[in-house]
C-alpha cells in the first residue's frame, strides 16, 4: 500500500511480502529502504546525497566522526519521523550507544557507555496495538522505544515492525 505524501523529504512505509520499506520521498526520486535490510553505509551514503534528513544537509562527516569503523554499529533506529517531535537517531554500538538529536541551527549528542544487558519487549498481538522495546545499559541508564509514540497516527502498524526488527538485531 502506498502512501502519498505532497512534500519532499517526507517519508511512508510500505509493505511488500514480509518486508517493509521506508521510503524517502527526494523531489522527482524516490528511494526504497528496507527496513530489515537497510544498512547503517547505505545510512550514510543518503544522507552524504542529501536524500535522507534534508537539513543535514548532507552531513555524513558528523555520523563519520562520531562512529569512524562503520562495522561497529550493530543497529540503529530513527525516532519521530511522522510526528511533531525532535528526531532522533540512535546509533547502537557493542560498548555503547550514541543519541543524536539533530535540527536546523545544531547537533545535540548523548553517549550512553555500557553493554545493552537486558531488553524488555512486548509484542502486539494485533498491529494496531502499541510495541515496546525498553534497552538496559551496564551503566543501568535505559533506552525506550515505542511504536505508537515515535510514529505518527498511520504509521504505527509500520513502526511496530520497526520496533520488533531492533529487538531482533540487539538480540543477536
Known sequence: MKKEHPFEGAFYFEQTGNLSFLV???GEEVIDVSEVNYTYQEFLEDV?????LLFLKGKVELFNEL???QDLVRAFYVKNLYND???EITIFLNDRALVIKPDRDQVAVK???GQVTKLDYVRPLYDTEESLL???FTSEEKLR???HTDSGNEWKSEYSDYVKNLFIDLSK
Open 67 to 69: 562512529v569512524p569503523n
Open 134 to 136: 525498553e534497552v538496559t
Open 145 to 147: 522505544f515505542s511504536s
Open 111 to 113: 553517549t550512553i557507555f
Open 24 to 26: 524517502v520521498l527526494t
Open 85 to 87: 517531535d525532535p528526531l
Open 48 to 52: 552524504g546525497k542529501r536524500k535522507f
